[in-house]
C-alpha cells in the first residue's frame, strides 16, 4: 500500500522521542514565536510577540492532525477487538489494521491541491479576517498565507482520511463480519470509533468559533456560516451511523432468521399440543406446557434483540456532544441580547 503525505507526517510525529502531545504543543509554540517575530521584523514594532489568530490558525490544524492519530489508535483497538467475529486471518487482519491508518496517496494529494486553493482563496478574498491590511509587510502576508494553506490542507487531508477509513469500516461489516445474536458485544467495537470521529468534527468546529470569538468579540455567525454549521453537524452524524449501516443491515438479517427459527419451534410445539388435546391425551399435553413455555420465551428473547451496532452510553455520549454546542449557543445568542454591549 502506497504512503501518502500525510501518513509521511504522522511516521515523523511518531518518531520523535516523546509523545504526540509535546511534539504538537511543541510546533505550535514554535511557529506562534517564528510569527511574532516575523512580524517585528517586518518593521511592526507594536506587533505583539504572541498574535492570538497565528495561535488560532496553527492551533486547530495541530489538534486536527494529534486526533487522526487518536482515531487511527482507536481504529486498530477497535479492529482487535472485532478480530475473533471476522473471516479473516492473521495476515489479512494486520492489511486491514494498516488501511485503516493510511490515507490513499491519490485522495491525499487531491486535499493537498483542494486545501492549498481554499487557503489562499480564504486569505485573498478576506484578508481582515485574517487580520491582515495593505499596508502590512510582503512576509506578513507570505506568514499568514503559509498559516492558511497548512491549515486548510490539513483540514482536508483529515476529511479525507476520515472517509477513507470509514469505508474500511464499513467494508469490513458488509463483507467479513459473522454475526452471532448472542455475542453482538465484540459487533459494536467500531461504533466508538465513528461516534468519536463525529465528535471530532464537532469538537474542532465548536473550539474554533468559541477561539475566534474571543479574539473577536464583535463576532456574527452569517446565514452562511449557520448553513455551514447545519451540514457540519450532519456530517458528523453521518460519520457516526454510515458506516455502521451494513452491519445493522447485518444483526437484521440474523434476528429474522432466529425469530423464524424460534417461532418454528413455538409453531410445531403449539400444533403437538393441540394434537395431543384433541387425541384426549391429556397428561401427556400437559407435559408440553414446558415446552411451549419455553419455545415462547425463546421467541421473546430474540425479539428483544437490539440491531443496533452500538451501546446506549455510545449513542448518549455522541448525542450530547451534538446538542452540547447547540445549547450553548442558544445561551450566548439569548445573555447577548438581553445584555447588549
Known amino acids: 500500500m502506497g504512503r501518502s503525505w500525510l501518513d509521511a507526517l504522522a511516521d515523523l510525529v511518531d518518531r520523535v ?63 482487535a477487538t472485532l478480530r475473533p467475529r471476522l473471516d479473516l486471518d492473521d495476515a489479512a487482519t494486520a492489511e486491514v489494521a494498516g488501511d ?39 512576509i506578513t502576508w507570505a506568514v499568514r498565507l503559509a498559516m492558511a494553506v497548512a491549515g486548510s490542507i490539513v483540514i482536508f487531508g483529515f476529511l479525507a482520511h476520515v472517509v477513507h477509513q470509514l469505508r474500511v469500516v464499513d467494508r469490513l ?50 446565514a452562511a456560516d449557520l448553513s455551514s454549521a447545519v451540514v457540519l453537524f450532519g456530517v458528523a452524524i453521518a460519520c457516526f451511523v454510515a458506516p455502521l449501516l451494513s452491519l445493522h443491515d447485518r444483526i437484521v438479517e440474523e434476528k429474522d432468521r432466529r425469530l423464524a427459527e424460534a417461532n418454528g419451534t413455538l409453531a410445531a410445539t403449539l400444533a403437538e399440543l393441540r394434537r395431543r388435546v384433541a387425541a384426549g391425551e391429556i397428561d401427556e399435553a400437559a407435559k408440553l406446557n414446558d415446552a411451549v413455555a419455553a419455545a415462547n420465551s425463546s421467541v421473546l428473547v430474540v425479539a428483544r434483540v437490539s440491531t443496533w451496532p452500538w451501546r446506549p452510553e455510545t449513542l448518549r455520549a455522541f448525542a450530547g456532544a451534538v446538542l452540547l454546542p447547540i445549547a450553548l449557543w442558544v445561551v450566548f445568542e439569548v445573555l447577548r441580547r438581553a445584555f447588549p454591549a
Do not use: C, K, N
Open 17 to 79: 522521542p516523546a509523545p504526540r502531545w509535546v511534539v504538537y504543543i511543541g510546533a505550535a509554540v514554535a511557529w506562534v514565536v517564528f510569527g511574532g517575530i516575523i512580524g517585528r521584523a517586518a518593521s511592526q514594532a507594536d506587533a505583539p510577540l504572541v498574535d492570538p489568530m497565528l495561535a488560532i490558525g496553527i492551533g486547530l490544524p495541530l489538534i486536527v492532525l494529534w486526533a487522526r492519530q487518536a482515531l487511527d489508535d482507536v481504529a486498530v483497538g477497535a479492529l
Open 100 to 138: 485503516l491508518r493510511r490515507t490513499p496517496p491519490s485522495w491525499a494529494a487531491i486535499a493537498l491541491v483542494l486545501g492549498a486553493t481554499a487557503g489562499l482563496g480564504s486569505v485573498l478574498g478576506s484578508p481582515s479576517s485574517w487580520g491582515l491590511e495593505e499596508r502590512d509587510s510582503g
Open 173 to 222: 461489516h458488509r463483507r467479513h463480519v459473522r454475526v452471532d445474536l448472542f455475542r453482538l458485544e465484540p459487533l459494536y467495537s467500531f461504533a466508538t470509533l465513528t461516534a468519536r470521529t463525529g465528535m471530532t468534527l464537532i469538537g474542532v468546529a465548536a473550539l474554533g468559533f468559541a477561539a475566534v470569538s474571543l479574539v473577536m468579540p464583535g463576532l456574527r455567525l452569517s
